[in-house]
């Protein structure tokens, strides 16, 4: 099983500023990662798959990058709306997730 | 549109049976790997189960073999996830999720129905 690890687990900033995510992986998932986004009560939205290539409908100011085991989630500048918790995930046919960051204001 | 619905959840006692159904529409059923994927309350994301377009092939998350059996009928563009010998840790929200076109990842999400085990 491939695990994913995030840091940190919380991350907390005001709107305007930018905002790194990590996620590591316990092996080389090539660039097979994406990156969701869950809100409070609502499901999960695909945000970045392979890496780096934005999911439909997603704004430019999220940016992916990495590849083998080390992965990284940029926002570039904070909106309200962007508070929220992140996971990144591999895919296989048993595809696993990070246990999420939570992004939240300062 | 594309929409998942996810029917099926509730209270069940441990050792009990519950069937998930998910009903797909705004989309070619048929063409797309699905997956079910649960949440523990207050808790981060789990891959339960995920089967191929024609049915033909299944992967299960070592916690749940031999127990969970997810099963489509492309016909009714609908998922289940049969759920046997149930526990108290099979506690989530469990939701239906349609893969991207090209590999395993998942574009497109249901609510979610919840499964509480607990006597």
């Known amino acids: 099983e491939i695990v994913l690890t995030q840091s940190p687990a919380t991350l907390s900033l005001s709107p305007g500023e930018r905002a790194t995510l990590s996620c590591r992986a316990s092996q080389s998932v090539s660039s097979y990662l994406a990156w969701y986004q869950q809100k409070p009560g609502q499901a999960p939205r695909l945000l970045i798959y392979d890496a780096s290539n934005r999911a439909t409908g997603i704004p430019a100011r999220f940016s992916g990058s990495g590849s083998g085991t080390d992965f990284t989630l940029t926002i570039s500048s904070l909106e309200p709306e962007d508070f929220a918790v992140y996971y990144c995930q591999q895919r296989s046919n048993w595809p696993t997730f990070g246990q999420g960051t939570k992004l939240e204001i300062k | 549109e594309v929409q998942l619905v996810e029917s099926g959840g509730g209270l069940v006692q441990p050792g009990g049976s519950l069937r998930l159904s998910c009903a797909a529409s705004g989309f070619t059923f048929s063409s797309y790997w699905m997956s079910w994927v649960r949440q523990a309350p207050g808790k981060g994301l789990e891959w339960v189960a995920n089967?191929?377009?024609?049915?033909?092939?299944?992967y299960y998350v070592d916690s749940v073999k031999g127990r969970f059996t997810i099963s489509r009928d492309n016909a009714k563009n609908s998922l289940y996830l049969q759920m046997n010998s149930l526990r108290a840790e099979d506690t989530a929200v469990y939701y239906c999720a349609r893969h991207t076109k090209s590999v395993h990842y998942f574009d497109y999400w249901g609510q979610g129905t919840l499964v509480t085990v607990s006597s």
């Open positions: 089967i191929k377009q024609d049915g033909s092939e299944k």
